[in-house]
Structure formats: C-alpha cells, structure tokens
C-alpha cells in the first residue's frame, strides 16, 4: 500500500486527516517539524530529501503556507512523490502553478488548494450550471469555539485586506459583513472559468466588532503579537456553528449553496480526504497539476457532507 504522509500532523486539520484515514483501515503517518512519527519541516530540503521516497502521498496540511516555499514541490519533482495540499494562499499556489509544465513531466500528482477553497468552490461552480459565471463570493463564518488554532488565525491575519464586505443571503443566513481575505480562487479558477471576472473571500470573525476594528493595519500587527489571547477569546466566545456560503452570478442568473452546522470545519479537509482514499485505491486517474475541478466528485463530496451532519441550503 501507498504509504501516506500527513505533513502538519500535529496541527488542527492534520490530526482530523490522520484520524479519518486511520479510521477507513489505512496506516498514514504523522510527521511534522516537532512532533510524530517523522520530523520533517516542510521547508527545508535536506530534511524532505531524508525523510520522504518515491511513490508516497503527501498530504500536505503545514500551514500557514503564506510562509512556505517551493521545497515540497521541487522535492516532489525529484524523489517522485504525489502532494495534495489544503493551501489558501494565492502566492503558495501560483508558484505551484507556475511550475505546472515540470511536474506534469514528472509524471507525479499535484493537488494544490484541495480544500474549502478552491476544490469546493470549483464543485459549486459546477453544479450551479452557470455556463458563464461571472463572480464567485465566497462568505465563511468559521466555527471558532472549536476550531480556533494558531495557524488558522496567522492564515487569517496573512491574508486580511483591511477591507469589510458585506454579502446578501437569504433566509437564514440574510445579510453577513466580513473582512475580506485574499483568496487562492483567485489563481486556480479563472484558468477553468473563462467568464469569472472577480473571486472574493469575505471571513466573519464572530466576535462584536471585529469586522469595523479589523480594517486597521495596526490593530491586526498587534493580534498577530497576540495570537493565543485572540485563540482563547474565540474559544470563549465564538460561533458554536459555522457557515460556509457560495454566491455565483452570471449575466442571466444568480445561484447559491449554504453550508451550515458545527461540523463544518470538515469542509476544509474533506476534499483531500476523499482524493487520498481514491488515490491508494487505485481510482484516481489523473496526473500532473491537477485542476480543483478534478480533486473530487460532487456526488461523493456532498455524501461526505452528509455523514458529518453538516447542512446544505441551496437556491
């Protein structure tokens, strides 16, 4: 069997992706810079070329990957190795994009932003049935009560734009103000869409006042200082139910998808969960720089979403 490597395996959604394939009767090994199985830090070559072989999958999970540089990927290249990776930085994934033509020659698989964004956001593109969609709003308002971690805040503060955004919804959700993020839609579904003229990513912290005090550059240097006092407020008083919310326009229609529930963190690792079982079974045909659109089947993700008792609204 394909060994499977969880970089990050320590972390909050490294240890959700061990326990599920643990749970589905495979043997993935935990390896992170401090703690598990194996040490690797995903930057460091020498550490990869000592820790990493030919013909494993890397479920890639280290983040924040606003820090991270090409040495994953230039190992990949060289030991012979598969990555899937839940990115959601537009920077770690446009580098990755830009070597496309040598992985593809490589023969390896590449998942880059095999996540809520951008594997989710490519399946609702497709299921809206939009044949030019023109604009993608993607709204989350994340479970913080039980999934606030450190690298989840250091992405969210990596990416904030000091803007707020508000997104119009129907009942229940209504009308939701965030503070916008850079988004990894950006770079991974224009090349798929044509017609998308804008992708947005608005975040919703949860907590009275965020969105108005976040727009400040100075006051989220000093949450970045502070970030396990921000961790434990979120936990304190956090959302104890998140949302995840598509919002497709084109010229002659407008489509959304709502997901609900507390549970909805899993909608981050799903995608790379559901492209790992396939990947060891054998099922997984594709190669090269695989597009998100290819990461997963809509029928098995949203039966996934299913079993985690995660809601879905769509209209």
Not at 76 to 88: C, E, K, M
Not at 94 to 108: F, K, L, T
Request: positive net charge; contains cysteine.
């Amino acid at each position: 069997m394909k060994r499977i490597v969880i970089l990050g395996g320590s972390g909050f959604f490294g240890r959700i992706i061990v326990d599920r394939l643990t749970a589905a009767g495979m043997q993935p090994v935990a390896a992170s810079r401090s703690w598990g199985e194996l040490r690797i830090d995903a930057n460091d070559p020498e550490s990869l070329r000592a820790s990493l072989r030919t013909r494993d999958l890397v479920i890639d999970a280290a983040g924040p990957f606003q820090t991270r540089t090409p040495a994953l990927i230039q190992a990949a290249r060289t030991i012979g190795f598969d990555v899937i990776d839940l990115s959601d930085s537009p920077e770690y994934s446009g580098m990755i994009y830009d070597q496309e033509a040598p992985i593809s020659a490589s023969g390896i698989r590449v998942l880059t932003a095999c996540s809520s964004l951008s594997t989710v956001s490519a399946l609702m593109l497709k299921a809206s049935n939009s044949e030019q969609p023109r604009r993608l709003s993607v709204y989350l308002l994340p479970a913080a009560r039980h999934t606030a971690n450190p690298g989840a805040i250091a992405s969210f503060l990596a990416g904030a734009e000091g803007t707020t955004r508000t997104l119009h919804f129907p009942k229940p959700l209504g009308n939701r103000t965030g503070v916008v993020v850079r988004s990894v839609d950006s770079v991974t579904l224009p090349r798929l869409f044509p017609s998308l003229q804008s992708t947005e990513f608005v975040v919703d912290a949860g907590l009275p006042g965020s969105s108005v005090l976040l727009r400040s550059k100075w006051i989220r240097g000093q949450l970045e200082r502070h970030q396990s006092g921000m961790m434990k407020i979120a936990r304190r008083i956090g959302p104890s139910r998140g949302v995840l919310a598509f919002d497709i326009a084109s010229a002659l229609r407008r489509r959304q998808s709502i997901f609900i529930g507390e549970n909805t963190y899993m909608l981050a690792v799903i995608p790379a969960i559901e492209a790992a079982t396939a990947i060891a079974a054998g099922r997984f045909p594709h190669r090269g720089l695989v597009p998100p659109t290819d990461h997963a089947g809509l029928t098995e993700f949203l039966a996934a979403v299913e079993r985690e008792g995660i809601q879905n609204i769509t209209v």
